[in-house]
C-alpha cells in the first residue's frame, strides 16, 4: 500500500512537471500564429524562411514580443515566488516592497535626462534604483534587528509611494514629448518590443533567474524561519540579502523594458503553489512556466480581444485581481 501510494505521488509529481515544461511551448506556438493576421500552425516553420509579409510579421513583430512577454513572466514568477517564500508573506512581491517602482523611476529619470537615444542606459538606471528601493524597504521594515512581515509590507507601500511620487514629478517637469515616452513606457511596452529590447533585457534576466534556482535551498531554509535557517548554518542576513538582490535584478532588467505590468508577480507564485506545492525545489522553477504562461496569456488576449490593443497591464489587473482573492481565501490556512 505504502509503495502503491509513494508512485502514485511520484507520478502524479512527474505528470505535473511534464505539463508545466509543455504548456509555455504550447501557448508560444499558439501566441505566434494567432492575431489579426493569422498564420497557420502547419506554416510557421515555412515562414520562418520565405521572404513575405508573413515572415516579416512573425520575425521582427510577435517573435521578439512573445519572448519578451516569457521573459518577463518568468522573472517575475520566480522573483515573487522567492521573495514571498524567503520573508514568509503572502502579499510581498517587487511591486509591493517597491523594487518595481524605484526601477520605473529610475527608467524614467533615464528617459528625462538623456532621451530616448540612449536606451541602453535605461537598464543600469532602473537596476541602480530598484537596489535602492529595496534597501530602503528593508531597513525601515526592521524592528529590534528582526524583519516583520506587517511592517515588511507597510514599508515597500511607503517606499513604492515615494517613488511612484518622484516619477509623477519626473513627467510634470520634462518635455511634452519625453513625457509622452514616459507615460507609453509605464502603462507596459510590449506592443513595441523589439529584438534590441530583448537583447538589451536578456542577459541580466537570465543571471537574475539562475541565481534564484541555484539558491532555492537556501530559500527553503529561509522559509522555516531565522532561528531554524541559524540551527542549518545558514546565514540569515547574508542568504535573505542574496536572495533579494538577485530577484532586483531580475525584476528591474525586465521593468526597464516593458514597464509596469501589474499582479503578474503576485499572483503566478499563489497558482504555483496549488498545483506543485510550497517546497522551493519545486516552486522556484514552476513558477518560471506559470509566469511566463500567464503573460502569454494575458498579451494575447490584449492584442486580439478588441479591434484596438488594449495594454497587457489592464488584462493582467482585470484577470489577477479577482484570481488572486479567490486564491488567497483558499490559503489563508497555508499562511495563517
Not at 95 to 112: K, M, N, R, T, W
Not at 127 to 152: D, H
Not at 221 to 242: C, F, N, P, Q, Y
Amino acid at each position: 500500500m505504502g509503495f502503491t501510494r509513494n508512485f502514485g505521488k511520484s507520478l502524479e509529481l512527474l505528470l505535473h512537471k511534464i505539463c508545466l515544461i509543455l504548456l509555455p511551448i504550447i501557448l508560444f506556438i499558439l501566441y505566434l500564429s494567432i492575431g489579426k493576421y493569422a498564420i497557420t500552425l502547419t506554416s510557421l516553420p515555412s515562414v520562418l524562411f520565405k521572404d513575405s509579409i508573413e515572415h516579416t510579421i512573425l520575425l521582427n513583430v510577435r517573435l521578439p514580443r512573445a519572448i519578451e512577454a516569457m521573459l518577463f513572466g518568468a522573472c517575475m514568477g520566480i522573483s515573487g515566488a522567492a521573495l514571498q517564500t524567503t520573508l514568509r508573506n503572502p502579499l510581498v512581491s517587487p511591486y509591493i516592497l517597491g523594487i518595481s517602482s524605484g526601477a520605473a523611476f529610475g527608467a524614467a529619470l533615464s528617459i528625462a535626462l538623456l532621451g530616448t537615444g540612449y536606451f541602453f542606459l535605461m537598464q543600469p538606471s532602473a537596476i541602480l534604483f530598484a537596489l535602492i528601493a529595496i534597501t530602503i524597504t528593508l531597513s525601515l521594515s526592521k524592528f529590534r534587528g528582526q524583519f516583520s512581515p506587517t511592517s515588511l509590507v507597510l514599508a515597500g507601500i511607503i517606499v513604492s509611494a515615494l517613488f511612484s511620487g518622484l516619477l509623477s514629478l519626473v513627467q510634470i517637469l520634462v518635455e511634452p514629448e519625453k513625457t509622452q515616452t514616459i507615460v507609453a513606457w509605464i502603462i507596459g511596452r510590449l506592443y513595441a518590443v523589439t529584438w534590441s529590447d530583448v537583447v538589451t533585457s536578456a542577459p541580466l534576466a537570465i543571471v537574475g533567474i539562475i541565481g534564484l534556482l541555484v539558491f532555492r535551498w537556501r530559500v527553503f531554509a529561509l522559509s522555516m524561519g531565522d532561528e531554524e535557517a541559524k540551527s542549518l548554518g545558514v546565514s540569515v542576513e547574508k542568504e535573505r540579502i542574496l536572495v533579494i538582490l538577485f530577484a532586483s535584478i531580475a525584476t528591474a532588467s525586465v521593468v526597464s523594458v516593458t514597464g509596469i505590468i501589474g499582479w503578474v508577480c503576485l499572483i503566478s507564485p499563489h497558482i504555483t503553489r496549488f498545483i506543485v506545492g510550497s517546497n522551493p525545489k519545486d516552486l522556484l522553477p514552476a513558477s518560471i512556466s506559470i509566469g511566463a504562461s500567464f503573460m502569454l496569456i494575458a498579451d494575447l488576449i490584449s492584442r486580439t480581444i478588441w479591434i484596438f490593443e488594449i495594454p497587457v497591464g489592464v488584462i493582467t489587473t482585470l484577470i489577477g485581481a479577482p484570481m488572486f482573492l479567490y486564491l488567497m481565501r483558499r490559503a489563508m490556512h497555508e499562511w495563517g
